[in-house]
């Protein structure tokens, strides 16, 4: 084949070549005749040459003996199979965009499966409390959290508390953020948006126990939470952030009860947030609350609320210097059938980081009771918090509480928290 390509090109060649040479000095006829021969049987030479070499080459190989196959070895391994993409929609409150999923085990477990995480709250404390308090040692809490997106247009969350004596459902609702007008609403059982500390789990608490005036006036750590509906919707101005909320619940807690499916609980709250300067900003909120209570059907409980919190926290230095300032003021008007009482609790609040892990603060609280608001209880503490990692931290409290019936107690309260699993990021 190789000769025949050439014969080709060397033919092509001289009748390209044949014109000019004729116009300079056409040789003659007999010469050319002789050189194209001799060509022509070098060519047949190397092709005969070629196809021996060739035929020697075969023989070689039948000759050699061909040997038997080595034993089969175990099957190999199963390759997995190739990456395929699962699209997810946008909006839908995780990454968006094609995510790889291997296999359909895989696949299950992060598609279908809810981010799950628990935390635990292991309290101890020393002291004297004629009152009781905290026992010496206690799992104050331990909190599993199930979270996932339901579709593109929900989202599901799910917290449950295993306490010393109870196992119960702190909150279980489902969030609709694409609702038109702009609302963001919720149905389920859930925190209230009544101030600052009735919406925090414990473990999100800056202390390790929560104010007086939440114990006196709202219930103490369950709050207000109810099952119930709450809408949200911001407020677009050109001056600062502005969200308003309203919720309406089902009376279940220990302030507000509901015999009747009419007595409902009516909350609302509005808060206004405002950067100052690059490394400080401001929080502002005002609540109300109305609805029946524990006397029965036309006997109300009126909540008023103000609280705020004021950050500083220098962008050059973020992960060192922090400084936190929140306080909080509740009034409270019950009717009963002895008449109306009024009573009124706040709290102040502030916290330092001394260093990327170590944290100072202090707490000073006041509080009139509800049933009974001439017995007034105040108490200061002073708290010391270590971070060894995101996911864990160290508190120590000292606490000092004068009761309104002259009770005195001053404690030593040591909290240790830590955390597994995916767990969301706390409100800011």
């Known amino acids: 084949m190789r000769g025949f390509f050439q014969s080709i090109v060397v033919f092509s060649a001289v009748a390209a070549w044949s014109p000019l040479s004729a116009r300079a000095a056409p040789p003659p006829a007999s010469e050319e005749l002789e050189r194209l021969r001799a060509e022509m049987a070098a060519l047949r030479r190397e092709h005969a040459e070629k196809m021996a070499a060739l035929e020697q080459r075969l023989q070689a190989l039948e000759s050699t003996p061909v040997r038997s196959p080595a034993p089969a070895g175990p099957p190999p391994s199963p390759v997995p199979p190739p ?44 002291g004297g409390n004629p009152g009781g308090g905290e026992p010496s040692f206690e799992l104050h809490e331990a909190e599993a959290s199930f979270q996932a997106v339901v579709d593109p247009y929900a989202r599901g969350d799910f917290f449950l508390t295993f306490g010393p004596d109870e196992v119960g459902i702190e909150e279980a609702f489902v969030t609709f953020p694409a609702v038109p007008g702009g609302l963001l609403v919720k149905a389920g059982k859930m925190k209230t948006a009544f101030g600052r500390v009735d919406a925090l789990h414990t473990h999100q608490l800056p202390w390790t126990d929560r104010p007086l005036v939440t114990g006196n006036l709202l219930g103490a750590e369950e709050g207000l939470a109810a099952a119930g509906i709450s809408v949200a919707r911001l407020i677009p101005n050109p001056w600062i952030f502005l969200e308003a909320t309203g919720q309406v619940y089902a009376g279940g807690s220990e302030v507000f009860r509901a015999e009747r499916r009419r007595d409902l609980t009516w909350l609302g709250h509005l808060r206004a947030y405002q950067d100052l300067t690059e490394s400080t900003n401001v929080d502002l909120g005002g609540s109300i609350a109305y609805g029946t209570n524990e006397s029965g059907p036309g006997f109300n409980t009126r909540l008023i609320g103000a609280d705020f919190t004021f950050r500083y926290r220098p962008l050059r230095r973020a992960i060192y210097r922090q400084l936190v300032a929140r306080g909080e003021a509740v009034w409270s008007r019950r009717v009963e059938p002895e008449g109306a009482r009024s009573a009124f609790g706040a709290y102040f609040g502030i916290d330092y980081k001394l260093a990327r892990r170590w944290t100072l603060g202090g707490r000073v609280d006041y509080s009139e009771r509800a049933a009974d608001p001439s017995l007034v209880d105040k108490g200061g503490s002073l708290l010391l918090t270590f971070w060894p990692s995101e996911f864990s931290q160290v508190r120590g409290q000292y606490r000092h509480t004068r009761l309104g019936d002259g009770t005195r107690a001053s404690e030593f309260l040591l909290q240790l928290l830590f955390s597994i699993g995916a767990h969301a990021a706390h409100p800011f």
Do not use: C, H, W
Not at 98 to 121: E, H
């Open 83 to 126: 990456a395929r993409q699962v699209e997810v929609p946008p909006g839908a409150g995780g990454p968006t965009g094609p995510l790889p999923v291997y296999g359909a085990a895989t696949a299950a477990s992060k598609i279908f499966n809810p981010d799950i995480a628990m935390v635990g709250d292991f309290l101890a404390a020393a």
